[in-house]
């Protein structure tokens, strides 16, 4: 996969508090992997270099609103889950009371690289795809044709970003270690099943060490 900054693009997917803040509330679930991995660094890296070297960087978050608890008759697992933990929850679609350093936030060390007027921040997808929001538009609009990827979690909204991702026919490269994923004593761990599925789907499974060095 050919890196080039007028056809590639950084893509961060919910870079916000509940996810990856030790405050947050998967943090029992997830903070093994996102230690280790040094996923935030990492995170960081990809924006540093993407705002160095020219780079558009889009973000695709996630959140929730009272209408969304009240009214859905159905969720799986992880869904009925983030429900019950208030992941990612906000006051409404148009209301920002209580947003600031609230778990649907951005992590601090991250808003000067999002809230800088450039990174294109997408409406909210609603489960785990970009099937529900606008960002395949607002990619095809700039003209991008390749992604890198990066974000949380590793085995769900970044896998189903991918996967869709694919079927657009975008060509993508995920950042292994700009992720992290959950670990469910029954479940399993979700990290090592993403690896193994980027491995047979992405057209490149980077380090972060590689893809700053390829985006030069």
């Given amino acids: 996969m050919d890196i080039r900054k007028n056809d590639t693009a950084v893509v961060i997917i919910d870079p916000q508090n509940d996810v990856l803040s030790e405050k947050g509330a998967n943090w029992a679930a997830v903070g093994a992997s996102v230690t280790e991995n040094g996923t935030v660094a990492n995170i960081s890296r990809l924006f540093e270099a993407a705002k160095a070297n020219g780079y558009e960087v889009f973000i695709s978050p996630h959140y929730f609103y009272p209408t969304d608890y009240g009214g859905w008759k159905f969720n799986g697992p992880l869904e009925a889950d983030e429900f019950k933990t208030r992941t990612f929850a906000r006051s409404g679609p148009l209301d ?19 809230d800088d007027g450039k990174t294109i921040v997408v409406s909210p997808h609603k489960v785990f795809g970009p099937q529900t929001n606008d960002l395949v538009l607002q990619l095809r609009k700039r003209g991008i044709g390749k992604i890198i990827l990066g974000g949380m979690l590793a085995n769900m909204c970044v896998e189903s970003h991918l996967r869709e991702f694919l079927e657009q026919g975008f060509q993508v490269a995920v950042v292994k270690d700009a992720v992290a994923g959950p670990r469910h004593p029954e479940w399993g761990d979700g990290y090592h099943a993403a690896l193994i599925n ?5 057209h490149a499974v980077l380090s972060t060490d590689e893809t700053v060095d390829r985006m030069r």
């Fill in 96 to 114: 920002l009371t209580g947003l600031a350093s609230s778990g649907a936030d951005w992590l601090d060390r991250f808003k000067p690289h999002i």
């Fill in 198 to 202: 980027y491995r047979f789907l992405a």
